[in-house]
């Protein structure tokens, strides 16, 4: 049983950063619009379904968080990811029963969009005789299943899309996503596939306005991000069942960075991956070892094995918490 001793305090100097960091970080735009939503979508899901079974609800984190260096933001520094990983899981686990709250990064890729051809939007349609609008012959089956999919899973109310851009909105999204799902005990799951920001400018301390290359060359101190990852375990939501990824760009040290942050933040499981390769193999890291997950073919995802072996832990950690 998951007794949540993930619930232990959080140390003192991690516990100071956190409480700094959201307080000086700028408020978020829409934040009680996002929190009613949030918390219909919950209470929605919370209810037993028509099986008589609890939903489980998982909150799918998407895309690149960005570290703006000036307040009236030009430049930032971004994360890498194109948000693929995230729309195409968010998918599998709508297909599987789960409700998602897909927390992504802005224009990066949705949920069932990404299917469609990735030729330029205007290409998809054409002006009939009688000026009606259609879509070309060529493209129209995948058109269908796209607008049929997504609309059954928002009609179903098991879709909920957020959006983020940079690091400070991204986790205060988290944060209250987290709190919320904490009434769902063990049925709430984290799937943190996003790239966040390791190194930030506190707001205080960041140029107000766009930074004048007529000073010279620039020297730039960043600020470490604290770990959230402790604070998701600890206090947010002890009872959820949290994945987290892990991305390097050396398979010599992959494994190894992947179990010492499953330790280090108590994650059920980390999905480990190379950047050269992620997009067809990904290695699930779990506390009693390892499994290699291969895409099946040309035309198939790797998240399709992946979130069947993650649901099949999830029911696991269903039973172990006495459910
Ligand atoms: O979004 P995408 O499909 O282009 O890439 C997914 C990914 C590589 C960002 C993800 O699988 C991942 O590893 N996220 C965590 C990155 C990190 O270690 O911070």
Redesign the pocket.
């Known amino acids: 049983m998951d007794s949540g001793n993930s619930s232990d305090v959080l140390p003192e100097d991690l516990s100071a950063s956190v409480e700094s960091f959201f307080e000086t970080a700028p408020p978020l735009r829409d934040s009680s619009l996002t929190a009613q939503k949030l918390q219909a979508f919950i209470d929605r899901n919370s209810k037993p379904s028509e099986d008589g079974r609890p939903v489980r609800v998982v909150c799918i984190t ?3 968080t960005t570290v703006p260096l000036e307040q009236r933001c030009v430049r930032y520094i971004d ?8 729309a195409a899981s968010t998918e599998y686990f709508v297909k599987a029963g789960y409700a998602v709250i897909f927390l992504h990064r802005r224009g ?2 949705q949920p069932y969009c990404h299917r469609l051809p990735e030729d330029a939007l205007l290409d998809l349609f054409e002006v009939g005789e009688d000026s009606s609008i259609q879509v070309c012959q060529s493209h129209s089956a995948v058109v269908k299943k796209a607008i049929r999919d997504y609309r059954t899973a928002v009609e179903r109310g098991q879709l909920l899309r957020l959006p983020f851009t940079t690091i400070f909105e991204y986790l205060q999204l988290l944060r209250i996503i987290a709190i919320s799902m904490k009434q769902l005990g063990p049925y709430g799951m984290f799937y943190l ?4 920001s390791d190194f930030y400018v506190p707001w205080e301390s960041m140029a107000k306005h766009k930074i004048q290359s007529s000073s010279g060359p620039m020297d730039m101190r960043l600020s470490q991000v604290p770990k959230m990852l402790s604070v998701l375990r600890k206090d947010w939501a002890p009872m959820a069942f949290c994945i987290s ?3 390097e760009t050396d398979a010599d040290i992959l494994l190894q960075k992947a179990e010492i942050a499953m330790k280090k933040y108590q994650m059920h499981i980390v ?1 480990a ?1 190379l ?1 050269a390769t ?2 067809r193999e ?1 290695t699930v890291v779990t506390d009693n070892g390892t499994i290699d997950v291969r895409k099946q073919g040309e035309d198939s995802d790797v998240e399709d094995e992946l979130i069947k072996i993650l649901i099949d832990r999830h029911c696991k950690h269903l039973e172990q918490s006495g459910i």
């Open positions: 998407s895309g690149g994360n890498f990811s194109s948000g693929h990983r995230g990066s890729c596939a996003a790239a966040v990824f892990k991305l999905v991956n950047l992620y997009k990904v």
